[in-house]
């Protein structure tokens, strides 16, 4: 089945540091890959989505890269801010506008 | 742009009534909805996917006589737990996508149930 994993639940760095988290998946191939971050008690706010054929995508102090063959995506925030403190979720879609596959999140702490 | 509301932001109910949940897209018209399910530290769950004009598409495992879903407009859609117990108590986000917004799911601000 369908399985997408991130990599840590929580993961905390000092403030001003880059924050890189991982995604991988298995027995899927997406057309496309987003990444989504999420406060508590609050729905997910989309970020960035980057098709799988493209490597990398950018956004203001967000980096997302795209291995089809290893199966994996990484998220990196540069320059982090106590702001960015939320929790970043992985999603997968076969097409755009489809329904998307979630994994768990990792949550992220900033401290300053 | 692409702003997607809900209501009630939270409710809380008796064991056996029926909760009606409303997803609003505000400025685009929304050709497809999602809706998903958020245990507390757990990934979010579709539950459906809906079409306007036409009945939704359940997920494995969701009740369709339990999870009622309406899409009659491209700007609203409806979700109604019906007889809810208190194991349908969770947090319940709807997505929308089309139109302006056809590249990927704008999420609304989620509904919290809780069933005494």
């Known amino acids: 089945s369908q399985k997408i994993e991130q990599n840590s639940e929580a993961l905390n760095i000092q403030e001003g540091k880059t924050a890189t988290l991982t995604c991988n998946y298995t027995?899927?191939?997406?057309?496309?890959l987003q990444w989504y971050r999420q406060d508590p008690g609050r729905g997910p706010v989309f970020l960035l989505l980057?098709?799988?054929?493209?490597k990398e995508k950018r956004k203001e102090r967000l980096k997302v890269t795209f291995d089809t063959t290893l199966k994996q995506s990484l998220f990196h925030i540069t320059a982090s801010q106590p702001a960015d403190s939320a929790t970043y979720l992985c999603?997968?879609?076969?097409?755009?506008?489809?329904?998307?596959?979630f994994g768990k999140g990792t949550t992220l702490s900033v401290s300053s | 742009g692409a702003v997607v509301s809900q209501h009630p932001s939270w409710v809380i109910c008796k064991s056996g009534t029926s909760v009606k949940i409303e997803c609003r897209s505000l400025?685009?018209?929304?050709?497809?909805m999602f809706w998903y399910r958020q245990f507390p530290k757990q990934s979010l769950m579709l539950m459906a996917t809906?079409?306007?004009?036409?009945?939704?598409?359940?997920e494995q495992g969701v009740e369709k006589d339990k999870f009622l879903i309406n899409h009659a407009s491209l700007t609203l859609s409806t979700l109604t737990v019906t007889s809810a117990h208190p194991e349908d108590s969770s947090f319940y986000i709807c997505?929308?996508?089309?139109?302006?917004?056809?590249?990927?799911?704008?999420f609304g601000p989620g509904t919290r149930l809780t069933v005494l």
């Open positions: 027995n899927y191939s997406p057309a496309y």
């Open positions: 999603a997968l879609a076969n097409q755009a506008g489809t329904a998307l596959i």
């Open positions: 400025d685009f018209q929304a050709t497809t």
């Open positions: 997505s929308a996508s089309g139109g302006t917004a056809s590249d990927t799911q704008y």
């Open positions: 980057i098709r799988e054929n493209e």
């Open positions: 809906s079409n306007e004009g036409s009945k939704a598409t359940y």
